[in-house]
């Protein structure tokens, strides 16, 4: 399988990466969060988005990312490609990504993007994070469960926006079309550094799905939510040697909640 050479960049980051915080053990996230998920007439057709690589339950520290393999709109089923939409930021001194996007019809809309592999030294593997996140125009609740084709993603069970702090979310694990029995799903919150967590093991939430590929989770703060569905698919060669190691391929899903006030 060919990657672009600009794969060598992730490579070397993620040494430095580790070499200035490998005593920190925290699930890394793609983040693909819009200024809003749903669009009418008072927030207006254009929506900005953040593409950062980071940790978001405790505020970073960021990553390098470098420009995804795709990044994308989907619309009655039709895919637009908004690569040239990025622009080019930096997070915590590293690299990452703005974007804006203009919504004209009503409808769903499902945001996507395909990073570069990227090579975790400590875990001996690459991770690949096919993320996506759904955004309503103009209160039409149509395609809100749409899938773009990732090999992981999470098929929507609870619709992705309008939801209330507290309710639960409920999502299906799906590897090539099909269900994943028992998958292993990793859920961080969004902090913007307001939370305190009581100890390490509160920065990531860890749930299993059933023997249909079934979770369900309720999200106890207003804001923003990642659901991270991994397995293990496939190898590639390692950044310094022919030796093959795994690749970690992660459905990635991006909800919010709002409070009931």
């Known amino acids: 399988m060919f990657f672009p050479t600009h794969l060598l960049s992730t490579v070397s980051m993620s040494l430095m990466f580790a070499a200035s915080y490998g005593a920190v053990a925290q699930a890394h996230f793609q983040k693909l969060i819009p200024s809003t998920n749903v669009v009418d007439q008072d927030t207006g057709r254009h929506v900005t988005f953040d593409l950062t690589f980071t940790h978001p339950m405790t505020n970073g520290p960021a990553m390098d990312m470098v420009e995804p393999l795709r990044f994308g709109m989907q619309f009655d089923g039709e895919k637009i490609d908004l690569l040239g939409a990025l ?141 991270a569905a991994l397995i293990e698919d496939g190898t590639m060669a390692a950044p310094t040697s022919d030796k093959q190691v795994p690749i970690e391929r992660g459905g990635v899903l991006w909800v919010k909640t709002d409070p009931m006030n």
């Open 87 to 227: 622009s080019a930021k930096t997070v915590d001194g590293w690299a990452a990504f703005d974007a804006e996007a203009t919504l004209k019809a009503p409808g769903g809309y499902a945001f996507y993007v395909e990073p570069v592999p990227y090579f975790e030294p400590a875990e001996g593997k690459y991770i690949i994070q096919y993320t996506k996140t759904i955004i309503d125009a103009y209160d039409s609740g149509e395609n809100w469960d749409q899938m773009v084709g990732f090999p992981v993603e999470i098929e929507p069970l609870t619709r992705p926006y309008g939801i209330w702090t507290g309710n639960v979310f409920s999502g299906m694990v799906r590897h090539n079309g099909n269900p994943i029995p028992f998958a292993e799903i990793e859920v961080e919150y969004a902090n913007d550094g307001s939370i305190t967590l009581p100890n390490a093991t509160f920065a990531t939430q860890v749930i299993k799905a059933d023997a249909n590929g079934i979770f369900h989770y309720a999200m106890p703060k207003d804001g923003w939510w990642v659901f």
